[in-house]
């Protein structure tokens, strides 16, 4: 697990400033900038943290790991408990891994597969789970967004990069405490007027003060994963849930491009959070669920 002075120090190295475009891989590498102290240079090399592991990711075999990984018993327990650590205390590592868990749990094993859509045939994307047939990713840059809690939800290489590092954690367990303040959370959301949208839900849990150790980029990722974990409702399918059997990526393709016709032009659509409003409010027995499985075994 990277400590949060390692992470402070990659924060700084993970800017527009410091990369240059790879255009032939597609993405961004970095390089140690000249503001970094003398202190903060001594601790990114004794470190030995990996600046720009570049590597090549391939759909099946990305597939073939994430079926093999979630085989370990003890996974869900771990993410439950990061995922309540994430809400009540500020643990932004925290977040990504339970959709990462249950997305890998529930898919089911297959090779890619096109998306063709309406005559429109796309190049890289499968229609089963999302994941590009080929793709390149700098999973150093990656990882440092895990910690920041800027996650990746959907059909995204990424998932296997969270849940090889999470089966290394050691002593992840929630608190007390922890668990007091995500139920009270969920009760915040669940007094919510029947008109809140997604956004105003975000600014009201930052005028709640409700999240300890949060920011907004932490705060956006959590209700967007309370949506994917069908904790927040949607009106497309009232028993949406990652932890439940998988829906393919060709059908909330569809259901985000449907929300698209009577959004703003320029409004950022997503499924399923873009279909929650205050009035569908939440599902409990998610909540139950994820507690249930966060007890000491």
Same mark, same amino acid.
């Given at each position: 697990?990277?400590?949060?002075?390692?992470?402070?120090?990659?924060?700084?190295?993970?800017?527009?400033?410091?990369?240059?475009?790879?255009?032939?891989?597609?993405?961004?590498?970095?390089?140690?900038?000249?503001?970094?102290?003398?202190?903060?240079k001594e601790l990114l090399k004794a470190s030995n943290f990996?600046?720009?592991?570049?590597?090549?990711?391939?759909?099946?075999?990305?597939?073939?790991?994430?079926?093999?990984?979630?085989?370990?018993?003890?996974?869900?327990? @771990? !993410?439950?408990?990061?995922?309540?650590?994430? =809400?009540?205390?500020?643990?932004?590592?925290?977040?990504? &891994? %339970?959709?990462?868990?249950?997305?890998?749990?529930?898919?089911?094993?297959?090779?890619?597969?096109?998306?063709?859509?309406?005559?429109?045939?796309?190049?890289?994307?499968?229609?089963?789970?999302?994941?590009?047939?080929?793709?390149?990713?700098?999973?150093?840059?990656?990882?440092?967004?895990?910690?920041?809690?800027?996650?990746?939800?959907?059909?995204?290489?990424?998932?296997?990069?969270?849940?090889?590092?999470?089966?290394?954690?050691?002593?992840?367990?929630?608190?007390?405490?922890?668990?007091?303040v995500f139920l009270k959370v969920i009760e915040i959301i669940?007094?919510?007027?029947?008109?809140?949208?997604?956004?105003?839900?975000?600014?009201?849990?930052?005028?709640?003060?409700?999240?300890?150790?949060?920011?907004?980029?932490?705060?956006?990722? @959590? !209700?967007?994963?309370?949506?994917?974990?069908? =904790?927040?409702?949607?009106?497309?399918?009232?028993?949406? &849930? %990652?932890?439940?059997?998988?829906?393919?990526?060709?059908?909330?393709?569809?259901w985000e491009l449907d929300i698209h016709k009577n959004s703003?032009?320029?409004?950022?659509?997503?499924?399923?959070?873009?279909?929650?409003?205050?009035?569908?409010?939440?599902?409990?027995?998610?909540?139950?669920?994820?507690?249930?499985?966060?007890?000491?075994?």
């Open positions: 697990m990277l400590n949060r002075n390692l992470v402070k120090v990659l924060s700084k190295v993970y800017r527009y400033e410091n990369s240059e475009y790879d255009f032939d891989k597609k993405v961004d590498v970095y390089q140690i900038p000249d503001s970094l102290s003398n202190e903060q990996e600046l720009n592991r570049v590597r090549e990711h391939n759909h099946d075999n990305v597939i073939k790991e994430l079926k093999g990984i979630v085989e370990n018993a003890h996974l869900e327990y @771990i !993410v439950s408990n990061m995922f309540i650590k994430a =809400i009540g205390s500020g643990f932004n590592r925290g977040i990504q &891994s %339970i959709f990462s868990y249950y997305f890998a749990q529930n898919m089911p094993l297959h090779d890619f597969d096109l998306l063709t859509r309406k005559g429109y045939r796309t190049e890289n994307t499968c229609k089963i789970c999302g994941i590009n047939k080929k793709m390149w990713h700098n999973d150093s840059e990656n990882l440092y967004d895990l910690y920041i809690g800027y996650c990746r939800f959907g059909g995204y290489a990424e998932m296997l990069l969270d849940l090889k590092e999470v089966l290394t954690f050691k002593n992840i367990t929630a608190t007390d405490n922890e668990k007091s669940e007094n919510a007027p029947n008109d809140e949208t997604p956004s105003k839900l975000i600014k009201r849990l930052a005028k709640e003060k409700c999240l300890p150790g949060s920011n907004n980029t932490s705060r956006v990722w @959590i !209700v967007k994963c309370l949506a994917e974990l069908g =904790i927040l409702k949607n009106r497309y399918d009232a028993n949406y &849930s %990652i932890m439940n059997p998988f829906i393919h990526y060709e059908q909330k393709l569809e703003p032009s320029r409004a950022e659509v997503e499924f399923p959070i873009s279909a929650w409003r205050g009035k569908l409010g939440v599902n409990r027995d998610y909540v139950e669920k994820i507690m249930a499985n966060a007890k000491t075994r």
